[in-house]
Structures are given as structure tokens and as C-alpha cells.
């Protein structure tokens, strides 16, 4: 089946590229810890290949060097979401909302905070996006 035959190519060949730019980016985090643009960089490509244990901890030190920063403590919750720490999870995406993250159409379909969605927690979370929704308008 040659289809099946060139997905499959196509996917090897975008887990080999995701590898290099992991590998590349893990090299100037090394170089400058503080680098903010390579650690999202990394974080996001660690979530891609699924390394979410990884992507986590790269999320960490990016709350630790941008805590003012809505979409830092957007993407920590993804990143607790995805490993199924739905309370951690919770929490920063709360303050991510605190911090002024607004883009509530994402926030509903994202697939990496599905499992943070089904938690007991989401339904105070969506109680504050509406008023947070009510306050913009």
C-alpha cells in the first residue's frame, strides 16, 4: 500500500526533525539556562514527540523565570493535564486566567487539557472564564 507506506515515512521523518530541533534546543538551554524563546521552544517540541515528563519540567523553570506570564502558566496546566495531574493543573491554569490568559475558545477544545476538563475542578474553572467573559464585554 503505497499511502500507508508514505504516512508512515512522513511520520518517521517528522519525529527525526522534531529530535534535531530538540537536540539543538537543548543545546542553547544548556549554553544559557535563562534562554526564555529556546525553553518554550523545547517545552512545545517535548509535548510534540511526547516527552510530556520533560515538557513539564521545562514549563516549571518558565513559570520560575516568567511568572507575570498568562501563557507560561497556560501551557504549565497543559503540561499537568497531559500527566494527568488534574489538581496541579488546575491551579495553573487559574492563574493563568488571574494573569489575564483570554483565549477561551482554545482553552475549550484543547486536546492537551482533556483529561483536566473531566475533573471536578473544571466546573469552577468555567464558572470564572463566564465571569471573566460577563467583566469583558
Known amino acids: 500500500m503505497p499511502g500507508k507506506s508514505r504516512k508512515s515515512r512522513n511520520t518517521r521523518e517528522q519525529a527525526r526533525v522534531l529530535d534535531i530541533q530538540i537536540q539543538f534546543m537543548e543545546g542553547l538551554v544548556r549554553r544559557d539556562p535563562r534562554y526564555v524563546e529556546a525553553l518554550a521552544l ?64 482554545w482553552l475549550a477544545k484543547d486536546p492537551d487539557l482533556e483529561k483536566l476538563r473531566a475533573h471536578s475542578r473544571y ?5 470564572e472564564i463566564q465571569r471573566l467573559k460577563v467583566v469583558e464585554k
Do not use: H, M, W
Open 42 to 105: 523545547l517545552g512545545d517540541n517535548y509535548t510534540k514527540r511526547g516527552r510530556f515528563a520533560e515538557g513539564l519540567g521545562v514549563d516549571q523553570r518558565l513559570a520560575e523565570l516568567e511568572p507575570d506570564n498568562p501563557l507560561v502558566f497556560y501551557n504549565l496546566s497543559c503540561s499537568y493535564a497531559l500527566l494527568e495531574q488534574c489538581d496541579a493543573a488546575a491551579d495553573a491554569l487559574e492563574n493563568a486566567l488571574r494573569l489575564g490568559y483570554r483565549d477561551f475558545k
Open 123 to 127: 466546573k469552577q474553572i468555567q464558572a
